[in-house]
């Protein structure tokens, strides 16, 4: 994975830790854990926008609220893929502050996922944070990021916007430094989550231990750890 395009996916992370620490894998209890926010001070939903983004790791289950449900409606924050309310992707979950919508299997090289971020600098506060899918992309496959827009408005507001399509993992170039896996955690809540990016080539492994990470990057209120792949143990 190229390294320049990691700032944009690094301003994502810090956006989601502003508004909220284990070792990582196998070392913390495995309970659900959610990024707590109040929910009179998230964006209201728009149109076929996930409401909650929900991921089983072996640090846990951990959830991030993306939006507030409108009608009274709540939006569900547990591990559930049988609750009507949910888009799976392998140990990801999408969900609905209504039944989830019914996708077809991605086309090749389709966008899969797309996001639209607009952030307060002078408040903090998001305005906006949908989170659209638009295929069903198959478990083997990854979100590989398509295309990253960043514009900062005269009135202080930062509006990102990303979109990924469905794709093989790419195979790794260790000779590149290529990061096969990137882990973000937070100092406040302890959720972590964690972003596929390659596959280890043969002979290799992606580790899951923070004490291995290549890189890792200190933000306000949390870190993300860049993981580079290793030769297999004896």
């Given at each position: 994975m190229d390294r320049g395009g990691?700032?944009?996916w690094v301003l994502l992370c810090a956006v989601c830790l502003v508004q909220a620490r284990p070792r990582f894998y196998g070392l913390a209890p495995m309970k659900p854990r959610s990024l707590t926010v109040n929910i009179s001070g998230l964006p209201e939903c728009m149109e076929d926008s996930a409401c909650a983004y929900v991921q089983l790791n072996l640090a846990g289950i951990n959830s991030e609220q993306l939006c507030r449900c409108s009608d009274g409606l709540s939006c569900p924050l547990d591990w559930d893929p049988l609750d009507g309310r949910t888009v799976s992707?392998?140990?990801d979950q999408y969900k609905y502050c209504g039944r989830a919508p019914r996708l077809a299997r991605c086309l090749r090289d389709q966008v899969v996922y797309s996001t639209a971020v607009k952030l307060s600098l002078l408040t903090g506060i998001k305005l906006e944070n949908t989170a659209r899918l638009?295929?069903?992309?198959?478990?083997?496959h990854i979100f590989y990021r398509n295309q990253t827009s960043h514009q900062q408005y005269d009135n202080g507001v930062t509006a990102i916007d990303v979109s990924t399509l469905c794709k093989r993992p790419p195979t790794c170039e260790p000779v590149e430094e290529d990061a096969c896996m990137a882990i973000s955690e937070s100092f406040v809540t302890?959720?972590?989550f964690v972003k596929r990016d390659c596959a280890c080539p043969a002979g290799m492994r992606c580790p899951t231990d923070l004490d291995?990470?290549?890189?890792?990057v200190e933000l306000a209120k949390g870190t993300y750890y860049l993981m580079n792949c290793l030769p297999e143990r004896a």
């Open positions: 990691l700032p944009c992707h392998g140990n638009h295929c069903s992309c198959p478990p083997t302890g959720t972590v291995l990470a290549a890189d890792r």
